[in-house]
């Protein structure tokens, strides 16, 4: 009996309790985090690849947007805005394209979890 307790203890509380007192460090250790920034650089290669203007157009977007939104936005995505203000500037296309990969693969890799 003792065993079965400390299963769904271990298996239900233990990660609802650290769900409570650190969501950051849960969904970062869970891949949760990892997950959405796959989703959101994947968006970004479909549009560089079907539509580039909808990167000036999602950047447009969100310079319109109140500072104080803009500013939310920039704390909670910052690597793929900053990928977008990269594929914005006017450098070679191959310099663009390797600086992006560079930044969305750094960025999937700190957001990989960790064991324990």
Not at 5 to 23: N, Q
């Amino acid at each position: 009996m003792d065993t079965i307790i400390t299963t769904l203890i271990d298996g239900a509380l233990v990660p609802f309790v650290t769900f409570v007192t650190s969501p950051i460090g849960f969904v970062a250790s869970s891949g949760i985090l990892l997950l959405v920034f796959v989703g959101l650089w994947v968006a970004f290669a479909v549009a560089i690849a079907r539509e580039p203007d909808g990167i000036d157009a999602a950047w447009h977007r969100l310079r319109t947007m109140p500072l104080l939104v803009q500013a939310a936005a920039w704390l909670v995505l910052l690597p793929v805005l900053a990928g977008i203000w990269i594929w914005r500037t006017s450098w070679p296309t191959a310099a663009r394209l390797t600086l992006v990969a560079g930044l969305a693969g750094w960025n999937l890799l700190v957001f990989l979890p960790t064991p324990g």
